[in-house]
């Protein structure tokens, strides 16, 4: 993994999705580091003042495609005092001090087979491999299982359509927990995400990479029910954070 | 401008007028000064930000180092550049990454060989020896310096799994030869690019046909921290092993004064340690702690912006040297650019031939007499320095080039800090010195 490399960025513009969703749009003030889709970034509110140590930071994945570096954008719930302070604190305009890149959550650039299991703003590592994707006019076969609790909690429709038009070989499957409306997605359906419909459609194979990113509880219980099933530990991918 | 910008504006101002004062336009007084063999060469700009790196008082690897890795890998055009404090520890950081259980069955283990020469500097066969592998010595050929390719391909047998070679003073060793031979016998390759830093082999940086490639930073070489040095990698996995053996050999990769970068500080399991033991102190190999200080990262950086000119200025002062010395041709060995490469020469090399009348040092004692510096090329054999003398090796065939640049090579400087002036006092003390046998 290369260096992490400290810049400062300017937030362009704050997108709220729902009560407690929110992107952040940054212009990176100096030069953007390279990083790949999948990757991820800490996020400093506070002055960063190379004399002293690092602020305190969360980290977050990069929403955004490599090949789309001249912003970088952040997706983020409120969880705690930081992301509270950020969604209640940062106005456009703001600058904040990003590091970054970090993390191998990252995505083949072989033609790897991959299945990702998205809960919730688990959904961003994504949007940086479906970009990606897009502007690599990849071949892979991409098989997307998208668990929200409700619809406002779904997220990047336009890309999502997108990809449905333009990649061959890719799949989507959106699961809303509490509601159900029409969607431009063929394949919407009511009800948690289920690990066991996820292996009835992609049963297990050696060719496979399975990808999970969302709220803890939900990446320990699936990788656990993979393993049993027989599923090798390298062919899972977790994004797994404290 | 802050205050506090203003109080650095006005330091800068001072360092460069003691720059000006102190170390710009010195005189060469021929026959006084000193004509140096390698040198630091640089100006105001490399001491305002060893001053600027000194306020930050951060001391350790910080804004600069950062800035330093990655123009380094952008210049290599790699994943990954990772200062340490010399490019001896770079050498044996890069060795002992090939040893590291994260690497399965293709890791090195004691008693595995690694082809190399012993025409060099020590600290390209030290790390082998301290990881207790066994190096295999080829000869090299005069001229080039640089091991006979086809002794590398009699050198390899069923315990062959790495070479491990410098481009001798700056010239690449044989590059299309090694590549084949890594890849047909799926050996590691290490280059020892010390001396190198900017040469080029069919259009190709050195340092970047290698699993990995190492520079130095030392006042002697291309581009100077000081002390200090690099490994350069473009296999992240390798990337991480080579950091976590710089840094004591932890698992963790935060940076200095970081903490958690990972996100897993403390969710994860160990060896046998309990689930969620601090990350920051999990050890995944024996490491060592041969990390730069970011004052020298600062000068680094303005380094970097001269390299270009510095490789250009070395490659000018070779040539002008060699068109003069080539009417010695009958009694001197001139050195030899290997076919297909485009050397950024670290000195000057040559060879007295056998019958040409004089010894090396009747030669090197005049220079030096006369104010030109002059080194043997480093080790000369280095199978008969006295720490070598017993260490467990295999030697293919007799090293009788190697012998004959024990007693009859040596170089002078091409460095960037010899102008027009001291080249031409040079060459005229060659002129006397023939004139005189």
Known sequence: MPTPVKIPAKIEKIVQYTRDVKSFIMKPLKTCPVFKPGQFLHLAIDEYDPSFHWPESRVFSIANSPTRNENIRIVFAVK????????????????????????????????SELVL????????????????????????????????????????????????????????????????????????????????????NNSPNAQWLYYISGPPQMIKSFKEIMLNRGIKEENIRIDEWE | MSEEEKIRQEIFQLVKKLYELKF??????????PIRYAGRYFDENEMINLVDASLDFWLTAGRYAEEFESRLAEYFGVSDAILVNSGSSANLIALSTLTSPKLSERRLKPGDEVITVAAGFPSTVAPIIQNNLIPVFVDVNIGTYNAIPGQIKEAISPKTRAIFLAHTLGNPFDLDIVIDLVKKHNL???????????????????????????????PAHHMTTGEGGCV???????????????????????????NNTCGKR???????????????????????????????????????????????????????????????GDRLILPEATPNSNPSWFCFLITIRENAGFSRNDLTSFLEQNGIETRNLFCGNLIRQPAFLNIKKRV??????????????????????????????????????????
């Open chain 2, 24 to 33: 710009k336009n010195r005189d060469f007084i021929p026959g006084k000064t």
């Open chain 1, 80 to 111: 705690g005092i930081f992301t509270k302070r950020m969604f209640d604190e940062i106005t456009e305009g703001n600058k904040v001090w990003l590091k970054l890149p970090y993390g191998n959550f990252t995505f083949p650039e072989n033609d």
């Open chain 2, 232 to 258: 350069i990698t473009n296999d992240e996995e390798l990337a991480r092993i080579a950091r976590s053996f710089r840094d004591w050999g932890r698992d963790c990769y935060c940076a200095p004064g970081e």
């Open chain 2, 396 to 437: 293919v065939r007799e090293l009788k080039n190697t012998d004959l640049i024990m007693n009859n090579t040596f170089f002078i400087g091409v460095y960037p800090g010899i102008d027009n002036y001291q080249i031409e006092y040079a060459l005229k003390k060659f002129n006397e010195f023939f004139d005189r046998i």
């Open chain 1, 117 to 200: 299991i998205a809960g919730g703003t688990g959904i961003t590592p994504f949007i940086s491999y479906l970009e990606y994707a897009l502007d690599k006019r990849s071949k892979n076969k991409i098989y997307l299982w998208y668990g929200v609790r409700s619809p406002e909690y779904i997220i990047f429709r336009n890309l999502l359509n997108q990809c449905q038009l333009i990649l061959r070989n890719f799949h989507f499957r959106l699961f809303i927990e509490n509601n159900i409306i029409k969607y431009n997605f063929d394949n919407v359906y009511k009800g948690p995400l289920s690990i066991e419909n996820i292996l009835h």
């Open chain 2, 266 to 328: 403390f969710s994860q399991k160990f060896g046998t340690l309990p689930y969620g033991y601090d990350h920051k102190y999990v050890y995944s190999h024996i490491g060592y702690n041969f990390k730069i200080t970011d004052m020298q990262a600062a000068i680094g950086v303005a380094q970097l912006d001269k390299l270009n000119w510095f490789d250009q200025k070395r490659k000018n002062n070779f040539d002008k040297l060699y068109e003069c010395l080539k009417s010695f």
């Open chain 2, 188 to 218: 590691w390759l290490i280059e020892d690019n010390c001396d190198a830093l900017g040469s080029t082999y069919r259009g190709k940086l050195t340092g970047t046909f290698g699993h990995l490639s190492t520079i130095s930073f030392y």
